[in-house]
């Protein structure tokens, strides 16, 4: 891993939309950060992970949107997360679809790491989002992800029987439950 972790800058995936929803600038937002307002535009260019995460707690608190990582995950696919995702998909179950998805992970991103525990009856993923600064939105994006990437290899069937976020309580809950 490099002394600054990186992320692809598939990680912007619509957040020009979601920021512009808000009334925002997302050109402005960019440069804000130290961040070219086209860096989105290659999506294998490396950004720094804690500069990504900045601006979008930037984003959140300038927009009132506490939700604003759910919302930036409900605009990606599946395949947001590169090769990854085509390799996972072809494997025959679950766990060896997890196992290739947090073996290449940090292909996409250096800062995220999602573990895999197994109790009896209940397998238990958890994601963490490493480095300096505020980590919410970038968290909540993750687990939204892995949310999502899961309902795509088990079925819209599948549901998880918890999930739980390290953030204060939202005011508004109901976007979370969802």
């Known amino acids: 891993m490099r002394q600054t972790p990186t992320i692809r800058a598939a990680a912007l995936t619509g957040f020009d939309a979601l920021a512009r929803s808000y009334g925002l600038d997302p050109a402005a937002l960019l440069r804000g950060a130290g961040l070219p307002a086209d860096a989105g535009r290659d999506p294998d260019r490396r950004l720094p992970t804690s500069v990504i995460n900045r601006m979008f707690e930037h984003a ?28 996972a998909r072809d494997e025959p179950d679950i766990r060896s679809a997890l196992s290739i998805f ?16 197994e109790k009896p009856g209940a397998a238990i993923l958890a994601c963490t989002v490493a480095g300096d600064g505020p980590r919410v939105q970038a968290t909540d994006v993750a687990v939204a992800m892995l949310h999502r990437i899961l309902r795509q290899l088990l079925g819209t069937q599948w549901q998880a029987q918890a999930i739980y976020l390290e953030r204060p309580r939202p005011v508004r809950i109901s976007p979370f439950e969802r």
């Open 60 to 87: 959140a608190q300038l927009a009132g949107a506490e939700d604003f990582g759910l919302r930036l995950a409900e605009l990606r696919g599946f395949s947001n997360l590169g090769p990854v995702t085509l390799l």
């Open 102 to 117: 947090t073996s290449y992970l940090p292909l996409h991103n250096e800062a995220l790491t999602i573990d895999l525990s």
